[in-house]
């Protein structure tokens, strides 16, 4: 049995990591606020984005000369992943749904012989790629110094992404990322952002515009916009999706400590009673001898 | 009196301006353009310039980057990749645009120099037309 002392001295460690676990949770709580604001503010934006260039993509279609971002290299052999995580753990399975998401995929892709390239976003990710998918990786763009993920650092990643691919480094890129459902449910994505995709996006019907400059014009100044936009969108929705993930992993383990509280409290009476159930035998049978 | 027009002004970040105006002035890639009512839909590109927005009461100015302008018959809509009210645009903000574009421009290819050089000019009339 251990002794009271050491129990008590538990009791007290385990109160205080559920405080931390449950101002934890009211931090994210806070943040996801703040961050389903900037996905919601974004939405207009990256909707408006993708329906003007379904229509342009449509019209323009597959048509000799089409931009390569939107055709694409005529290949399919280099695949670049770029795979979105947070900069901090404990969140739940946030970061290693998504690196198992991308680990998955890259196996698929290496079993059909292609070449698999791997950009990460954010540390965790590449922490848990590193192990195994070290020799594909390609580069890193750490977000740890950003407190509030704005356009700018979508259009770096974009702008990187785009350098890669004006110099033939891949033919096909996809990111990962988490999208956010709800607080306790958030979806890993794939979604292939060169060449551009728009299967679900309902195209405006495009004949009825003129277009200044022209269409393949504006298509060429879209695209790559188009790209900063995905990013910003995943960026968004990561970052919702992060917040909600911990919120929910700080409340189980706010509940759990409560759980081992109670275990433990319940533990700590019983040997006090046992102590003290013994110090009266000792004493009635000590009088009994006299 | 003519009538109105939905007009949205977006960037990625957030929905800056969203009201019924009466005319809208774009500074569009091939030239300045202005919408009203009935206007024949067009996607136009935008070079870095003023966008003006008339409504009934007021007139409002914006400071706008690149993006481009989707104007139908009931409304136009603004894609703005940088847009500030033209008030809070200041000199040194429209300053560091510049640089940023120029330091792009001295890494960009052959082929696209052309552009960011009317890019950063547009940038830089854009500047003349705050200060003044």
Not at chain 1, 47 to 61: I, K, N, P, Q
Request: aromatic residues 4%; contains cysteine.
């Amino acid at each position: 049995m251990p002794n009271l002392k050491d129990l008590k001295n538990r009791i007290g460690s385990v109160k205080s990591t559920r405080k931390i676990t449950k101002a934890m949770q009211m931090v994210a709580a806070a943040k996801l606020r703040r961050a389903q604001d900037a996905a919601e503010a974004g939405r207009p934006y990256a909707e408006r984005m993708t329906s003007v260039m379904a229509g342009l993509a449509a019209s323009v279609g597959n048509a000799e000369g089409a931009p390569r971002l939107l055709a694409g290299t005529g290949s399919d052999k280099v695949h670049l992943l770029v795979v979105m995580t947070a900069e901090r753990g404990l969140c739940g399975a946030f970061n290693s749904s998504i690196a198992r998401l991308a680990r998955l995929r890259a196996q698929e892709l290496l079993a059909q012989g292609k070449t698999v390239k791997i950009l990460t976003v954010g540390k965790k990710g590449r922490e848990q790629l590193r192990r195994d998918m070290s020799a594909y990786m390609i580069g890193h763009v750490d977000l740890s110094d950003v407190k509030r993920i704005g356009y700018a650092q979508a259009q770096m990643i974009a702008k990187d992404v785009l350098a890669r691919f004006a110099a033939g480094e891949f033919d096909v890129a996809t990111l990962f990322f988490n999208r956010f459902q709800s607080v306790i449910s958030q979806i890993p994505t794939a979604q292939q952002v060169i060449p551009a995709r728009f299967d679900d996006a309902p195209a405006t019907a495009s004949a009825l515009y003129d277009y200044e400059p022209s269409e393949e014009g504006i298509l060429a100044d879209l695209l790559p916009r188009g790209v900063a936009t995905q990013v910003f969108t995943a960026l968004l929705e990561n970052g919702a999706s992060e917040q909600g993930a911990r919120m929910s992993a700080m409340d189980n383990a706010t509940r759990n400590a409560g759980d081992m509280i109670n275990k433990l409290t319940i533990q700590y009476n019983r040997s006090r009673q046992a102590a003290i159930t013994k110090e009266l035998i000792e004493i009635i049978s000590g009088a009994e001898a006299l | 009196m003519a009538g109105a027009l939905q007009f949205d002004l977006v960037s990625p970040e957030r929905r800056l301006a969203s009201l019924q105006v009466v005319e809208v002035q774009i500074p569009g890639a091939d030239g300045d353009l202005t919408a009203m009512e009935g206007h024949a839909p067009v996607i136009t590109t935008l070079r870095p310039g003023v966008l003006k927005v008339v409504s009934a009461e007021a007139t409002r100015s914006f400071a706008v980057t690149g993006g481009f302008a989707e104007i139908t018959a009931s409304g136009v809509s603004v894609l703005a990749e940088r847009a500030v009210p033209l008030e809070e645009a200041t000199g040194a903000l429209i300053d560091s645009y510049v640089a940023e574009a120029r330091e792009q421009a001295a890494l960009a290819a052959a082929d696209d120099r052309d552009s960011m050089e009317k890019f950063i000019q547009d940038l830089i009339n854009l500047r003349s037309v705050i200060a003044a």
